[in-house]
């Protein structure tokens, strides 16, 4: 029986002193839950400890193979270039080690729980007054925002996979930094789109510069706009849900079976209000729209796209 790779956790890094030790901590509980496991962590930037002093503690401790997997909600710059280039390097600096990579961990189904959650916390009753309907709520999921438009498209898959069978008026998107729309333009256009109520959700792991702009900024607008009710969500926190995402992602890179993202497939996972496509076998079909030419797509769902 082969020793399982250690695990290597790799953060953005943030200039917020909480944030920073919300991951250390976050890492730190990750060893504590899985004491079989070597376990270290680090960051690419702004805050220590570095990814590079991850791996020299991981190599001291006798490991030779490592899972690597991004604390990161999407996949950026961060994610696709510099890891991969960090983990390169450290395989320079220390001969003889291997290691797989994982992927990035939204918008897993477990992480659509948490942020429905979020949302929850902010609708029910609070102040004597009665809880608010959903049918009634427009969310602003706020992303990081990236100049790689992959990464900002990712934000809008989850935007829409929160909306799809969750009963909000509408789920909208804006960014806090590097892409349109920011924050105030994105609370703009709900109110151009007739929201009465608005919650502001951050699509953030944890506490940091970031998100705490993201609240400033909608304070600011919620002053200067009140015929608007406005709310401010949480973000995700070291939630269980995230512990158990992080270990999924750790298997898959160990086994070195990274996949298509399946995650949120509604052949393969209860979606609300579509738990019954679960484990449906796929027929080919042809798209209404499409000139019946008899070269229809071919989605195998339950054939070789899908047999993981």
């Excluded at 979606?271 to 030419?293: A, I, N, R, T, Y």
């Amino acid at each position: 029986m082969t020793t399982p790779p250690a695990l290597l956790i790799a953060g953005h890094g943030t200039r917020d002193e909480a944030g920073a030790e919300a991951f250390r901590a976050f890492v730190r509980e990750l060893g504590r839950r899985n004491p079989e496991l070597p376990v270290a962590g680090g960051f690419i930037e702004l805050s220590p400890p570095p990814l590079a002093e991850a791996v020299s503690d991981l190599v001291e401790r006798g490991v030779r193979r490592f899972a690597a997997v991004p604390l990161m909600l999407v996949s950026a710059g961060h994610a696709k270039g510099d890891i991969p280039a960090a983990l390169a390097r450290e395989k320079e600096r220390h001969p003889g080690i291997s290691y797989t990579y994982g992927r990035p961990l939204g918008p897993h189904p477990a992480l659509l729980s948490v942020l429905e959650r979020r949302l929850d916390e902010v609708l029910g009753s609070d102040g004597g007054r009665a809880p608010l309907d959903r049918a009634d709520v427009t969310v602003l999921l706020v992303g990081r925002g990236s100049t790689d438009p992959d990464a900002n498209a990712e934000v809008h898959r989850a935007a829409r996979l929160l909306w799809e069978g969750r009963g909000y008026a509408g789920v909208e998107t804006a960014f806090v930094s590097l892409a349109a729309p920011d924050v105030p333009s994105g609370l703009d256009r709900c109110l151009r789109l007739g929201a009465r109520r608005i919650v502001v959700l951050p699509y953030f792991l944890f506490t940091g510069i970031l998100p705490e702009r993201v609240r400033q900024q909608t304070e600011g607008w919620a002053a200067a706009h009140p015929e608007a009710e406005v709310r401010s969500a949480d973000v995700i926190g070291p939630e269980p849900e995230l512990l158990d995402l992080v270990m999924e992602r750790y298997r898959e890179a160990a086994a070195d079976q990274v996949r298509m993202n399946c995650d949120s497939c509604v052949y393969r996972i209860a979606m609300p209000g579509f738990e019954d496509k679960v484990g449906l076998p796929q027929q080919p079909h042809f798209h209404p729209d499409d000139e019946g030419h008899g070269h229809g797509h071919h989605h195998h769902h339950g054939g070789h796209a899908h047999a993981h």
